[in-house]
Structure formats: C-alpha cells, structure tokens
Antibody, heavy 122, light 108 residues
Framework: EVQLVQSGAEVKKPGESLKISCKGFGYNFAIYWIAWVRQMPGKGLEWMGIIYPGDSDTRYSPSFQGQVTISADKSISTAYLQWSSLKASDTAIYYC???????????????WGQGTLVTVSS | DIQMTQSPSSVSASVGDRVTITCRAS??????LAWYQQKPGKAPQFLIY???TLQSGVPSRFSGSGSGTDFTLTISSLQPEDFATYYC??????????FGPGTKVDIK
C-alpha cells in the first residue's frame, strides 16, 4: 500500500527556520514526483512546487519561488519543505502529494500525506 | 496563470439527490482537469482525472465531463459520506498548477 507519512505539527516564532518532511512507503520513491500543497486556515489548496527525487529536479510555482525550498533524499525516501525565516502568514497545513505516473504529460496527484500543521505566532 | 472558478461555492442537498458542480478555466485546457474531495480535517482524495476518468476505487456515482474551459462533476445519488468540499485542478500549465476555490456540499 502506498503511503506518504508527514512529520508532526510545528509551532514556531516569526523569523525561525523550519524543515518538514514527507516519507514514502510502499513504492519506488525515486521515480515519482512529489509536490507540496498549502492550505491556509479555512481556505483552498495552493500548489507550491514539486521535486523528482531521482535527480532532485525541482520546480516552483512563481508564487512560492524564493519563499521556500523543496528537497529530497531518495536514499531514505523522504521529501522536505523548508523555510529560512517564517512569517505569521506561513501558518497553514502543508500537504505532500505524489504525481500520478499514468497521467501522461499532465500533473495529477493520486496519493497525499496526512498534512502537517505549521503555526507561526509570537 | 490559468484561473479556475467553481460554482456554486456551496450547495445544500439531501441523501439521494443528484448534485452537479461546475468548474471553469480562464483559458482552454483541453481535458487536463482533475477533481478532488476533501473532508474536514483530512487530506484531499483524488477522484477523477483527464476530466472524466474515474480513479480506481472511486464509486461509480461520481462522474466528470467537459473539455476546453467548462467542466462538471456530478454525483448521481448523494450518499452520507459524500458531504465534503470538492476542488477542481488544472493539470497542464506546469509549473503554474492551480486549483479552483472549492465547492462545499452540505446537508440540507
């Protein structure tokens, strides 16, 4: 069974750094793109960016370019999302999601992690 | 970016009702569209891709249609477990992938 298991909830102060994780189980992690999606409190879904763990090819939504860093370590089947200096507006649930491999050139996401709640407050 | 809109933003319905949700793209996207279901406190679940292909394991009461700029998600006979928020997603304008704002289906 495919599973994406994310790290636990975080409470941070503005200006602090943070790295959250997403570990894949039950499939060849290296050959599936992993995306990150933000959901601010009571709001909809926002696509942030994506990484191919096999070679760490990474693409960002223009809205998130320079705001976060996506990385992966295929040897431990884990993708990461990190911030160097958090803001209160980064408070949200962050989901990782696996790209559907049979979707051709389209970018669909068939399996999702359970989400990581990040709260940034002074 | 391709903007996605959904209507209605919310709908109240009863068990057994037929429910239709509309998604519109600001420019043509062929059939590069997916639908997701999200229940409160849970991650989104993948329902439909390529506008009309049902993901494995998704009940057949869900169906999708459309191409170009206008798409629909239909639930033929609403079940108690279907009360949730539904999002469309355009899937081909990479890396500018965008979701619709969501349609909440709640109990009448």
């Amino acid at each position: 069974e495919v599973q994406l298991v994310q790290s636990g909830a975080e409470v941070k102060k503005p200006g602090e750094s943070l790295k959250i994780s997403c570990k894949g189980f039950g499939y060849n992690f290296a050959i599936y793109w992993i995306a990150w999606v933000r959901q601010m409190p009571g709001k909809g879904l926002e696509w942030m960016g994506i990484i191919y763990p096999g070679d760490s090819d990474t693409r960002y939504s223009p809205s998130f370019q320079g705001q976060v860093t996506i990385s992966a370590d295929k040897s431990i089947s884990t993708a990461y999302l990190q911030w160097s200096s958090l803001k209160a507006s980064d408070t949200a649930i962050y989901y990782c999601a696996r790209r559907l491999i049979s979707g051709g050139s389209a970018w669909y996401f068939d399996d999702w992690g359970q989400g990581t709640l990040v709260t940034v407050s002074s | 970016d391709i903007q996605m809109t959904q209507s209605p933003s919310s709908v109240s319905a009863s068990v057994g009702d037929r429910v239709t949700i509309t998604c519109r793209a600001s420019q043509t996207i062929g059939t590069c569209l997916a639908w997701y279901q999200q229940k409160p406190g849970k991650a989104p679940q993948f329902l439909i891709y390529a506008a009309s292909t049902l993901q494995s394991g998704v009940p057949s009461r869900f169906s999708g249609s459309g191409s170009g700029t206008d798409f629909t998600l239909t639930i033929s006979s609403l079940q108690p477990e279907d009360f949730a928020t539904y999002y469309c997603q355009q899937a081909c304008s990479f890396p500018r992938i965008t979701f619709g704002p969501g349609t909440k289906v709640d109990i009448k």
